[in-house]
């Protein structure tokens, strides 16, 4: 062979594997890095949608300070199989990006759909701790603290002999992790930064039951930013704009509720925003009629405080977010004085996100009422709260509940914006 015809195919073999290199590092997404490290985590299958969203937030602060040691990715867990959602078959799942907005998620801290982290590493996991409360008696002295410990509670993971690899099934997907631990932990979600930090050779770390650790910052400054980053996705906010435009007379301009593009940059003074021509409620019903039977008003004593409050605020349309079955709206219906609205969604809406969609599209029209009342203890209304103090309202436009036959009724704390 001559020395150009082998230096041509030399070439040919450098640019090939060039291409090969090159094409394998597009193709992985974003967080991929193969200096990054990835934390997953879920949350108790029992909890709804909106703890979900709060704990969202503790682990994503718990990411920022990771931060500080190492290129950290949070690993997002998809949405499905929640208890109190009755439009979406089980086995469904949903990205993030089918309710959030990924680009304002990714100015707080790096994430990625779990389903990326699948394309890129397979169903593996390194590490994963499964936390848990301590079972020891209460000493009476509370300090922060974990400890590896033996699990309290029945778990579906498998070990497996030939391989010595923990196996089960999560979020549709046959999970792999090469070790897996209970934790006892009393604390924040930053008192477990030793543990992930010094587990420096697990790239990816999964910690399940992340409801378990607190808030380092509630209703601080890094709780804010972490919370003004959860952006609605573009397709929800359109529908609910469309829907308040369409049957409540309600826009941005008129209402005083326009947002900057970017998150960051949106800091209106507080009492700018008015809101629409409207008083907005959101009536939990179902378990919480049970369960918080003194605190959850009859719907006659619902409608009577709904009455009292257009009548004050001189307005006559009420929308009405609830989980109440239909004949309960129409009971509602026949007892308000002004015009009841609620929001139906079309198939369209139902197939793209399922209840989470008309959770939110229902959280974003109660968000820009002139006035908001909620449901004792509902992290429902909270999430309606938040919104309202990223947009400016005055705090007695807000922080409002709905009496039940307690004669007690005390008023929710007022967990104000702080920049
Ligand atoms: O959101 P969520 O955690 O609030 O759970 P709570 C309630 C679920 O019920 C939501 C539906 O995800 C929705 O699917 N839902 C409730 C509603 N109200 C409305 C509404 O006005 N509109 C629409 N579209 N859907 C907690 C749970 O519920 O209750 C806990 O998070 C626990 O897991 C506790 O079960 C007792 O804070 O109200």
New binding site residues.
């Given amino acids: 062979m001559s020395s150009s015809l082998v230096k041509i195919l030399l070439w040919l073999v450098v640019f090939t594997l060039f291409v090969y290199v090159r094409s394998k590092e597009e193709s992985c997404e974003q967080g991929s890095d193969r200096s990054a490290r990835y934390l997953l985590y879920d949350v108790n299958p029992?909890?709804?949608?909106?703890?979900?969203r709060d704990v969202y937030l503790r682990i994503a602060n718990l990411v920022r300070k990771l931060n500080q040691f190492d290129n950290w990715v949070l690993v997002l867990p998809p949405w499905g199989n929640?208890?109190?959602?009755r439009n979406v078959p089980r086995g469904t799942y949903f990205p993030w990006k089918a309710y959030f907005d990924m680009p304002s998620l990714n100015k707080w801290i790096q994430v990625m759909e779990f389903e990326d982290y699948v394309k890129v590493h397979g169903p593996r996991i390194r590490s994963a701790y499964i936390l848990q409360h301590y079972d020891e008696e209460w000493s009476g002295n509370w300090q922060e603290k974990y400890d590896e410990r033996p699990c309290l509670n029945e778990h579906s993971f498998i070990f497996r002999e030939e391989d010595e690899m923990w196996q089960g099934m999560k979020w549709g997907t046959v999970l792999e992790m090469q070790k897996l631990k209970c934790l006892s932990v009393q604390g924040y979600a930053s008192s477990l930064l030793p543990l992930l930090t010094k587990e420096d050779d697990s790239r990816s770390i999964y910690l399940r039951r992340s409801e378990t650790v607190l808030h380092d910052d509630f209703g601080g400054q890094w709780y804010w930013s972490a919370r003004r980053s959860m952006r609605f996705a573009a397709s929800l906010l359109k529908e609910a704009q469309r829907f308040r435009h369409e049957v409540l007379n309600s826009d941005d301009t008129h209402d005083k509720t326009q947002v900057k593009d970017d998150w960051r940059d949106t800091k209106p003074e507080r009492g700018t925003a008015l809101g629409g021509p409207y008083i907005s409620v959101?009536?939990?019903r179902r378990?919480?009629v049970h369960?918080r039977n003194n605190e959850i008003p009859s719907l006659k004593k619902a409608a009577k405080q709904i009455n009292q409050i257009l009548r004050r605020e001189n307005l006559t349309t009420v929308f009405v977010?609830?989980?109440a079955p239909a004949q309960e709206v129409e009971e509602l219906r026949t007892l308000v004085e002004g015009v009841l609205v609620v929001y139906e969604p079309s198939t369209e809406v139902l197939q793209r996100g399922g209840?989470?969609a008309?959770?939110i599209i229902?959280q974003i029209i109660c968000s820009h009422a002139r006035y908001f009342t909620g449901?004792y203890?509902?992290?429902?209304?909270f999430r309606i709260q938040e919104e309202r103090e990223i947009m400016g309202f005055q705090v007695e436009t807000t922080f409002n509940r709905l009496c039940g036959k307690n004669t007690k009724c005390e008023q929710p704390a007022k967990w104000k914006i702080s920049y």
């Fill in positions: 029992g909890e709804g949608f909106n703890l979900r929640l208890y109190h959602w959101h009536l939990r378990d919480f369960a977010a609830t989980d209840d989470g008309v959770a229902d449901t203890e509902s992290t429902f209304s």
